[in-house]
């Protein structure tokens, strides 16, 4: 067979001369520096970072000031009637620097302080399952590339082994062998590959483009892919489990809402103890009228105090906050055995997916290493005449699909490889 199909050059994305080889790792890192949704996604724990203060515990200080200006006009009645009129011009100004300070609130300020360190918590979960998902996809696109230059690499063989069917059935039809049905025939078998190889090879374009989308690089970039399609050592399960368990990022959320339903519930208690705070106000105020005889009246000065209140009676809302606290906190709890059996139950489907795919792997080796075989000696007696063009187009499908079915097992594993990874929360270390 080798003698009959010219040597093919690897396969060089857009034809370009100067393209650059990318690994795996580049492109995931170049992704997560500048993909869109991660940019967004960090842009979003930065937000959650910011709402982390000491707020709940400092006081606030606010300062005020008003001005009003305003008449009054005075008119006097006597007993006999007569009046008199006046008017009086007021302008007020009134300045105050105000202090207020809660010292306690039933503890509700260092719940809310746990609260946000724990929505912080969670944000920092929420990228980490941004960048996870990013690094899947990065992941599946990458070998799909390899998996599709493989299927045009698989395709121009195809067009070089019925090239040279053709020419054959052309030399036999010139010499007067065949009637020329067989050469007309062998041409329609060489113009349908090299559809295929067309078609082919505008999928591998388009999965570029899809990469280089998700990596927000010029979407013509020179860069292909040079690398193979190996599966790792057999995963374990009960290894793949334990981890899941303890590192799955969804399943960390899930930990993380039982502990904000905890931090609910005391704050709904806290409403039920005494608040006491401290005020300090510093006030200032000019009074200017003709009224007075200096022609204005000036106060200044500061007061502070401390202030308690008692919650006695609500309508019974306290109550009703606390009993829906307690409730929510049952439902996390029943959330989290749910999601646990939930993601037990994916990654045994998952498992099962990825063992079926590494023993079609085995099995579509030996398939296509025999179906070359075939085709190599149906190559050899289509050459001296002793096979037909249909059958001699049998093999050559039979190679075809031998072929096609191993790329997609190695290809269909390694997604399965990808995902128990993403399941088991060690995505980034593979």
């Given at each position: 067979m080798?003698?009959?199909?010219?040597a093919?050059?690897?396969?060089?994305v857009?034809n370009?001369v100067?393209a650059?080889?990318?690994?795996?790792?580049?492109?995931?890192s170049?992704?997560?520096?500048?993909?869109?949704?991660?940019k967004?996604a960090?842009?979003d724990?930065?937000i959650a970072k910011n709402?982390?203060?000491?707020?709940?515990f400092?006081p606030?200080?606010s300062?005020?000031a008003?001005?009003?200006?305003?008449n009054?006009?005075?008119?006097?009645y006597n007993?006999?009637?007569?009046?008199?009129?006046?008017?009086?011009?007021?302008?007020?100004?009134s300045t105050?620097?105000?202090?207020?300070?809660?010292?306690f609130?039933?503890?509700?300020m260092?719940?809310?302080?746990?609260?946000?360190?724990?929505l912080?918590?969670q944000?920092?979960?929420?990228?980490r399952a941004?960048?996870?998902?990013?690094v899947q996809?990065i992941?599946?696109?990458?070998?799909?590339i390899i998996?599709?230059?493989?299927?045009v690499?698989l395709f121009?063989e195809l067009?070089?082994?019925s090239?040279?069917r053709?020419n054959q059935?052309?030399t036999?039809?010139?010499i007067?062998?065949?009637s020329?049905?067989e050469?007309k025939?062998a041409?329609?078998y060489?113009n349908s590959?090299?559809?295929?190889?067309i078609i082919?090879?505008?999928s591998?374009?388009n999965a570029?483009?899809?990469?280089?989308e998700?990596m927000n690089m010029?979407?013509d970039s020179?860069?292909v892919?040079?690398?193979?399609?190996i599966?790792e050592?057999?995963?374990?399960?009960?290894?793949l489990l334990?981890?899941?368990?303890?590192?799955n990022?969804?399943?960390q959320?899930v930990?993380?809402?039982?502990?904000?339903s905890?931090?609910?519930?005391?704050?709904a208690?806290s409403?039920?103890?005494?608040v006491?705070?401290?005020?300090a106000?510093?006030?200032?105020?000019?009074t200017?009228s003709?009224?007075?005889?200096?022609?204005?009246?000036e106060t200044t000065?500061?007061?502070m105090g401390?202030?308690?209140?008692?919650p006695?009676?609500?309508g019974f809302?306290?109550?009703r906050k606390?009993t829906n606290?307690?409730?929510?906190?049952?439902?996390?709890?029943?959330?989290y055995?749910?999601?646990?059996q939930s993601?037990?139950?994916?990654?045994r489907?998952?498992?099962?997916?990825y063992?079926?795919?590494l023993l079609?792997?085995d099995?579509?080796?030996?398939?296509?290493?025999?179906?070359y075989l075939?085709?190599?000696?149906?190559?050899e007696?289509y050459r001296i005449g002793?096979l037909?063009?249909i059958?001699?187009?049998?093999f050559q499908?039979s190679?075809?699909?031998?072929?096609v079915?191993k790329?997609?097992a190695?290809?269909?594993?390694?997604?399965?490889?990808i995902?128990l990874h993403?399941?088991a929360g060690d995505l980034?270390?593979?």
């Amino acid at each position: 067979m080798k003698k009959y199909i010219t040597a093919i050059l690897a396969f060089i994305v857009f034809n370009s001369v100067n393209a650059q080889s990318i690994s795996l790792q580049e492109c995931i890192s170049r992704a997560i520096e500048a993909n869109y949704s991660i940019k967004i996604a960090r842009n979003d724990l930065e937000i959650a970072k910011n709402n982390v203060s000491l707020a709940p515990f400092l006081p606030t200080v606010s300062l005020g000031a008003r001005q009003l200006k305003y008449n009054y006009d005075y008119k006097t009645y006597n007993e006999s009637g007569e009046k008199s009129k006046s008017s009086s011009d007021y302008n007020t100004l009134s300045t105050n620097a105000t202090l207020n300070w809660t010292l306690f609130d039933g503890f509700s300020m260092f719940a809310e302080r746990s609260r946000l360190e724990e929505l912080l918590s969670q944000g920092e979960l929420k990228f980490r399952a941004s960048v996870e998902t990013l690094v899947q996809q990065i992941s599946q696109q990458f070998f799909l590339i390899i998996s599709l230059q493989n299927q045009v690499k698989l395709f121009q063989e195809l067009v070089a082994v019925s090239e040279e069917r053709y020419n054959q059935a052309l030399t036999r039809y010139k010499i007067g062998k065949d009637s020329g049905l067989e050469s007309k025939q062998a041409k329609i078998y060489l113009n349908s590959d090299s559809s295929k190889l067309i078609i082919q090879q505008e999928s591998v374009k388009n999965a570029y483009i899809k990469l280089f989308e998700m990596m927000n690089m010029p979407l013509d970039s020179k860069i292909v892919i040079n690398d193979t399609i190996i599966p790792e050592a057999k995963l374990e399960f009960d290894s793949l489990l334990k981890r899941a368990l303890e590192n799955n990022t969804s399943i960390q959320m899930v930990k993380s809402g039982q502990k904000i339903s905890d931090i609910n519930l005391k704050l709904a208690k806290s409403e039920r103890y005494p608040v006491l705070g401290f005020s300090a106000v510093y006030n200032y105020n000019l009074t200017q009228s003709t009224l007075y005889r200096r022609g204005y009246n000036e106060t200044t000065g500061p007061y502070m105090g401390f202030s308690i209140s008692l919650p006695i009676f609500s309508g019974f809302e306290t109550n009703r906050k606390i009993t829906n606290a307690k409730i929510e906190k049952q439902n996390s709890v029943l959330e989290y055995d749910q999601f646990k059996q939930s993601l037990e139950v994916d990654l045994r489907q998952e498992y099962n997916t990825y063992v079926n795919n590494l023993l079609l792997i085995d099995f579509e080796i030996e398939s296509k290493e025999a179906a070359y075989l075939n085709l190599d000696a149906a190559i050899e007696k289509y050459r001296i005449g002793s096979l037909s063009g249909i059958e001699f187009r049998d093999f050559q499908t039979s190679y075809l699909d031998a072929s096609v079915r191993k790329i997609s097992a190695l290809y269909q594993a390694k997604i399965s490889e990808i995902t128990l990874h993403l399941l088991a929360g060690d995505l980034f270390t593979n």
